[in-house]
Every structure is written in C-alpha cells, then in structure tokens.
C-alpha cells in the first residue's frame, strides 16, 4: 500500500498529467459504460460543465443532449444545487441511516409522499437497486401474505430497468443481457411490447397478450413491473396510456402488484410529474431516481402503498431485508430537495410543453431521410429511429465537432435536454442532429 500511495503522490497524480497522459491511463485502467477494457470506444475529457454546456479540456463547449442520461435536468453547476450541497457538506456529508434519521431524508421524504401520493419510502444508492429493491419488496409482501406460490415477476418486451440481478431479468428478452447470462438469470414472464404508440388511436387487441399471460400465469406472478408509457433504454418507445389502465385493473383482480418504474420518465421528462399520470392510476410501488437529486449524486427511493408496508411488516421477521452502507445519505437528500424545490415552479409544464413543441418542430425534417425510419417526440424527448445501427464513436466525433453531446445506441439517436435549455440553444441543439443523422 506504502509504494502504491507514493507513485500516486509523485508520479501519476492526475492535476500533474497532461491530457494525453490522462487519456492514456484511462485508457488502460478504467472502465467505462458498456465497453471493452481491452478495445473501448474514445472518450473525451470534460474540464467542467454549466448550464446546458459541458466544457472539455481542450476548452471545446457542447451544448448537452442528454442531461446526462436523464439526470441533469437542471443543466451543471446549478446555484441552487450547489448551496444545497454546501450547505450541507458543512453540517456532515454523511450518516449512517441504521437507528440515526436527519433533516434531509424526512424533508425529502414529505415531498416524495406529497408528490405522488405513495406513503412510504424507502431510500437507496441507484436506480438499479431501487429496482432490486422494489422486487424484494413484491416477493415478500407475498411470502408475508402467504401468497408463497407467487415468485415471478411479469413485464412487457422492450423494457429497461437496469443492470442489477433481478433487474436484468426483467430487461428486453433480446436486447437486454439475457442471453449472455442465459441460464444464470431468474426467468420471469414476457408480454409483447405495447404497440399502439401514444396519441395512436386505442385497440383493446393491444392488451390481449397481457391479459392472456396473466390468465394464465397469474398465481404464480408476484408483480408487474414496467416503465410507464415511455419505454427508454430498451428503444424509446411511446405507447398509450390506456394500456397501462388496463394493467392497473389486471393487476387488481388478480391480487398482482403492479411496480411503475419512474426512474427515467419521473419528475416532468413526460410533460406530467410522473408519466403514470397520463394514465390516472397509481402504482403499488413506484421507482424513482436519476433527476431526483438533478443529476449530482447517485440516488433513488422506491416507495409503497400503505398495502404493501403493512404486508411486509405483518409476518416474520416483521421487517424489509435492506439497508445499503449509503441509504438516505444526508448530501444526496438535500441536493435532491433543492431539486424537487427547483421542479416545483410552476411555469415547468408549460415549459417542458414548449420543449415539445420545438422538438416536434425541428426533428421533423429528419423523416425525409431514407435512413430514418421514424421520428417521435414526447414531453422533451426526442427520437430519430434509424433503418441501421449508428456507429456510435463516428457519430459522437462528429457531435463533437458540431458542438453537441448526443450518445445514440443501437439504431436510436435521441436527446432528452436538461430542461433549462433556451430556445437558442434547443435549436442548434437540434438543428446539429438532424444534419448529423443526414449525413449518416
Ligand atoms: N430503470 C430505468 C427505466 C432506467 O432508465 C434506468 C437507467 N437508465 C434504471 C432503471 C437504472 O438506473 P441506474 O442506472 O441509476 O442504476
């Protein structure tokens, strides 16, 4: 530990590295998302970022797509966050949350209750394991309830909740990681994805293969999980909120649970709080994270009905199995205060409806492409689905050089910009996309 504590001290300590020595270290030893260690994809060194630009190191400013994937839907460096967090940092970063509670976690919690209406909450360090958490949750409400033959989950093709265990397995069947985990994976029960798109005219048809798999599979299915009407990474998909209403009523005659991920589709991305609210129903258990602490700290909360508390205290051990070293962290709690405060105004809809309608406006010219094969927006997402995968690193070097930040996967290029975007910006944001997919 000695010799490795002096090498960092003298030779590798990064504010004395150039650039290219940075590049290169990370090159060699760290990983990034869903890349090879032995071949990744560039990446490029960001020096800092504000407002809806991130700044790299060569001083190149982009005005950023992503709000980095979900998050920052403040844009960096927000005034607002950052005293939170100072503020905070001062009183104490961190506590442990076993027999210890404090003032962030209980004001954060208020609102989280006042928001969507779900009483209990109950805090963890990612979106992944909020997941994990509310699945944990489902199966020993059942067990509690002696409901014990009720094990599996169900969910939709073309989801995405994350890369944890039990999360993975209820990911897109074939584009997620099951057949690289094929056999290892729990195997949980799939329905077709939705297929009328939102503002599609409704077909009960739609529902059909729902309905028949919880027919006949509904004794043995603990819950439902699935993203409400914006399906994200696993193809940012749009589908009616009336499918969604019909699983609510499915779910409740059948004693099913029904999860509503909201980790991407949470705090207005939608136009609406969460997008459950374009269906009217209320989820049994509900995920939330990403723009909860507006992109600062890694954080989540999985909340519950009463119903569902209630089960899972009613039998032995009386308790839910969970408690991560860094639940209800004190710094990510107040930053995600000042973000649920920031989200409260109330011109934010009609703002995000403004993002909307511009993105409408502007991509629109992308469907002319013979490459695209579909344009859509919602709320302030926007999508440019390809006939072909995009390669990726090409793609980004070009964004790059046109001063934007998009990250496409698969045969989807999107953005879904930090909401403090000015028309200015959403315009060369989205003017630079559509030139780039028209060159692909
Ligand atoms: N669920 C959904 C709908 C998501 O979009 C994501 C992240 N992309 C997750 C879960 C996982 O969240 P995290 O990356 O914070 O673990």
Not at 99 to 121: D, I, N
Not at 335 to 357: F, G, H, K, N, T
């Amino acid at each position: 530990m000695q010799i490795y504590g002096f090498f960092l001290k003298t030779q590798y300590l990064c504010d004395n590295m150039t650039i290219e020595e940075l590049l290169a270290y990370d090159r060699e030893h760290v990983w990034h998302p869903y890349t090879s260690m032995t071949d990744p994809l560039r990446v490029y060194p960001v020096a800092r970022a504000a407002g809806v630009y991130i700044e790299l190191a060569d001083g190149r400013r982009l005005i950023d797509g992503m709000s980095s994937w979900w998050s920052a839907v403040h844009g960096y460096n927000h005034p607002a966050l950052n005293a939170a967090a100072h503020a905070q940092i001062d009183r104490m970063a961190h506590v442990m949350f076993g027999g210890l509670t404090h003032h962030p976690a209980v004001e954060l919690a208020q609102r989280l209750v006042g928001l969507t209406g779900l009483p209990h909450v109950f805090y963890s360090d990612s979106g992944s394991v909020a997941v994990e958490v509310a699945v944990k949750m489902a199966l020993q409400y059942m067990q509690a309830t002696g409901h014990t033959r009720r094990t599996k989950l169900a969910t939709v093709a073309g989801g995405y909740h994350g890369d944890t265990w039990h999360a993975m397995s209820v990911c897109d069947p074939v584009g997620g990681m099951h057949a690289l985990y094929a056999g290892r994976l729990p195997v949980q029960f799939f329905a077709p994805r939705p297929g009328v798109p939102f503002g599609g005219e409704w077909t009960e048809a739609d529902f059909e293969p729902m309905r028949a798999l919880v027919a006949a599979h509904g004794d043995e299915i603990a819950a439902v999980i699935i993203e409400p009407v914006v399906q994200g990474a696993g193809g940012m998909w749009f589908y009616h909120p009336e499918y969604l209403r019909r699983l609510r009523t499915l779910c409740d005659e059948h004693g099913i649970l029904l999860i509503a991920d909201e980790i991407a589709t949470g705090f207005w991305r939608t136009g609406r709080a969460f997008a459950c609210e374009w269906a009217y129903i209320t989820p049994d258990i509900m995920c939330v994270g990403k723009a909860l602490s507006g992109g600062y700290l890694s954080f989540a909360a999985t909340l519950t009905s009463e119903r569902v508390a209630d089960g899972i205290s009613s039998a032995a051990p009386h308790v839910f199995m969970h408690g991560p070293t860094f639940m209800g962290n004190p710094l990510a709690c107040a930053v995600a205060c000042a973000s649920l405060e920031l989200l409260a105004a109330p011109e934010l809809p009609a703002r995000i409806a403004q993002i909307e309608s511009m993105l409408r406006q502007l991509l629109a010219p992308a469907a002319d492409f013979a490459g695209v094969a579909d344009v859509r927006v919602f709320g302030a997402i926007g999508v440019i689905e390809m006939r072909e995968p995009v390669d990726v690193g090409r793609f980004q070097e070009r964004c790059v050089e046109a001063g934007v930040w998009i990250r496409p996967f698969g045969r989807l290029v999107y953005i879904m910009p930090p909401y403090i975007i000015t028309d200015d910006e959403l315009r060369t944001l989205c003017t630079a996309m559509v030139q780039l997919v028209g060159e692909t």
